[in-house]
């Protein structure tokens, strides 16, 4: 049977997966000396990496490359952090960089460095993001340890500046290997607690390795998801881990801590106390002031009212008069009405019928003031004082 032929591509491709998928492979440091360093016009780096028996080709792009801070050239002694893979096209092996230390400072200093960066340029540490701490907060989580006196520091110092808050306490170990996890879900049950106002995660001193997972990135996480303000309190004042840096505050010691998470109750009792005189000082001015206003007004009322009274008489006088002389022209006015009432009755024909005569008028109503007027058989009507006759014209004698 003829022996399989693979073809090139699809080994190299095999290489690759191969070593990508090698835990052993990934995501590790390698130190040596930097050799055929070269920069390209597209921003990637290029070199070697060599000890006194060994070569290894690195690749350190542009989008990991930009945050370096420490420069680069042939002969420096560096630790580099990345993962090896094969370049298909050339089936080349090379470490595809991700960070790079200088050799000196150390290994747990160097994987400091390399998640502060990574973690920098995710926006975790932005000053944008830091929230301020409540004013008066009524319940306060701690993620400690139970047995450490640090939680006892933390009691003490909170029980004298503010003993109304109520202490919440999520229980984590603070070192070894199931620290960072168990402090990460202790910092998300005291999230899930709708009543917390504010949470201290904290630590006493120890050695970079004791404190080492406060760096680790499940606990780092678990605080930037923290929904209320959250402050570290890791180790002594010289010490930092990344826990202090995506925290909103960081304390130098635990007690500190508890002295920034809350007031102090004599201090807020002066300030009640200032308030309170300002308020009787300002509320006895307002009231001073009231009852020079009201004095005012009740000084414009009375001349008010005493205009008032002396308009009143003026106007009862008026009308007085205007009733006098309103009776007096009613009278002329009645006097007049009868006069002419007399002349009008003297003058009227009625009067005049009164005294024998009648009024001689046709049919129609018309007066006759002529006989000529008249022809035998006219009819005509004859208007006494005391009603109306029909009459004819008869011929005369």
Not at 20 to 28: A, K, M, Q, R, Y
Request: proline content about 5%.
């Amino acid at each position: 049977m003829p022996p399989e032929v693979y073809p090139v591509s699809q080994v190299t491709r095999y290489l690759r997966e191969m070593v990508e998928h090698d835990h052993n492979l990934t995501e590790i440091w390698v130190g040596g000396e930097i050799s055929n360093f070269s920069r390209a016009s597209s921003g990637h780096i290029y070199f070697t990496l060599k000890d006194g028996s060994s070569a290894l080709r690195c690749a350190f792009f542009r989008n990991r490359n930009t945050g370096q801070q420490t420069p680069l050239a042939d002969g420096q002694s560096v630790m580099v952090y990345g993962s090896l893979s094969v370049y298909e096209q050339r089936g080349e092996l090379s470490f595809i960089v991700d960070f790079v230390q200088p050799e000196g400072a150390g290994a747990l200093a160097a994987e400091f460095e390399r998640r502060r960066a990574e973690f920098e340029a995710e926006g975790l540490f932005a000053l944008e993001r830091k929230r301020a701490l409540p004013v008066f907060p009524q319940r306060i989580g701690v993620v400690t340890s139970p047995t450490s006196a640090v939680f006892h520091d933390i009691c003490d110092v909170l029980a004298r500046r503010w003993p109304l808050a109520t202490i919440v306490l999520q229980p984590a170990p603070v070192q070894g290997d199931r620290a960072p996890l168990a402090i990460a879900e202790a910092i998300r049950a005291v999230a899930r607690d709708r009543g917390i106002d504010v949470l201290i995660v904290a630590r006493g001193g120890g050695s970079a390795e004791d404190l080492w997972a406060f760096n680790e990135e499940a606990v780092i996480r678990a605080i930037f998801a923290c929904p209320v303000p959250v402050i570290s309190a890791v180790g002594h004042e010289t010490d930092t881990t990344l826990a202090d840096l995506v925290a909103d505050l960081r304390a130098p010691t635990p007690s500190a801590a508890a002295e920034l998470v809350a007031p102090d109750r004599v201090a807020v009792g002066r300030q009640m106390d200032g308030l309170a005189s300002y308020v009787h000082l300002q509320l006895t001015r307002r009231l001073t002031r009231h009852r020079e206003d009201t004095a005012t007004h009740r000084r414009t009322l009375t001349r008010a009212l005493l205009q008032t009274g002396l308009l009143r008489e003026r106007v009862q006088g008026r009308v007085a008069v205007l009733e006098r002389v309103w009776s007096a022209t009613h009278r002329q006015a009645e006097y007049g009405v009868e006069a002419l009432s007399a002349r009008l009755r003297a003058l009227s024909p009625l009067a005049t019928l009164e005294r024998g005569y009648a009024i001689v008028a046709r049919e129609d109503g018309m007066p006759v003031i002529s006989a000529a007027g008249l022809a035998t058989g006219d009819r005509v009507r004859l208007q006494f004082a005391d009603g109306t006759q029909p009459a004819r014209i008869e011929p005369g004698v």
